[in-house]
């Protein structure tokens, strides 16, 4: 999927539209761009069902997050910031995050920025809750121990 960021309002800003705070997941994210997870804890994380599909998706988003460490001009900043968080958020939570950005894109052109920021409440609070959701499911499947790794380390 293609997200872009929902147009500007005469009234209002771009920067003014609230997002969602999608800290705990992003902050998965940047520890694997600085690789501070052991090969023991990435390899329970892809054997996971679960976890696994999540963790590629997100390595497919390292990108923005590359570019926006290493040589994003100031000015694409923010546009980058916006994409990484969208392309994370969506990796982890993917139908929360399309209807919040479809109600954003909806929203947005109404020209009020309280009015779209107060329509699409409830889905950015879904995107919050679901990204941190499975940022805590990827911490303790990556570190607490699991039986059937073979391992016998009690959980």
């Known amino acids: 999927r293609c997200f872009r960021r929902p147009a500007a309002s005469a009234t209002g800003s771009m920067a003014q539209l609230r997002v ?12 694997l761009f600085g690789s501070k997870w052991t090969a023991k804890e990435l390899a329970a994380l892809e054997a996971n069902e679960n976890t696994g ?11 923005f997050l590359d570019r ?18 969208v392309c994370v958020a969506s990796k982890a939570c993917p139908d929360e995050t399309l209807r919040w ?14 009015a779209a920021n107060a329509a699409c409440a ?25 039986k059937s790794m073979g391992d016998g380390a009690p959980p």
Do not use: H, W
């Not at 926006?68 to 968080?85: S, Y």
């Not at 950005?101 to 309280?114: E, L, N, P």
């Open 53 to 63: 599909p999540i963790v590629e998706g997100v390595r497919e988003c390292l990108s």
């Open 122 to 146: 409830r889905d950015t609070r879904r995107v919050e809750r679901c990204t941190q959701m499975v940022a805590s499911l990827l911490v303790s499947s990556a570190v607490l121990r699991d």
């Open 20 to 31: 969602p705070d999608c800290g705990a997941i992003l902050a998965f994210e940047a520890s």
């Open 101 to 114: 950005y479809q109600c954003m894109q909806r929203a947005s052109r109404m020209g009020d920025v309280q």
């Open 68 to 85: 926006l460490v290493n040589d994003a001009p100031p000015k694409e900043a923010p546009r980058l910031k916006f994409a990484n968080l």
